[in-house]
């Protein structure tokens, strides 16, 4: 027999499209997140939600381009975090 989903099974999805993390999305599956970027290409899979959001502030630090000392990105990365968090939580 084998594993996996019989053939034309999906999987139940649920998507977060919120501005303070664009261009990405995430997509909600049953046992996993999927980080999606704007051509709705996976950039990872996580089993936390909180891991995604560190994932997409540490790219946000990257897009920057911009030499830091370790506590300015420290300040940077948590700021970016915060800012996204905040965002969720009005919601």
Not at 25 to 53: A, F, H, N
Not at 54 to 64: G, H, L, P, R, T
């Amino acid at each position: 027999m084998r594993k996996g989903r019989q053939k034309g099974q999906t999987k139940a999805k649920s998507v977060i499209n919120d501005p303070s993390i664009a261009p990405y999305k995430i997509l909600i599956e049953e046992d996993q997140y999927v980080l999606l970027d704007e051509k709705d290409t996976p950039r990872g899979y996580y089993t936390s939600l909180d891991k995604v959001i560190y994932k997409i502030s540490k790219i946000f630090m990257a897009n920057k381009r911009e030499e830091y000392s370790l506590s300015g990105f420290m300040t940077g990365y948590n700021d970016i975090k915060n800012e996204i968090l905040d965002s969720f939580k009005g919601a």
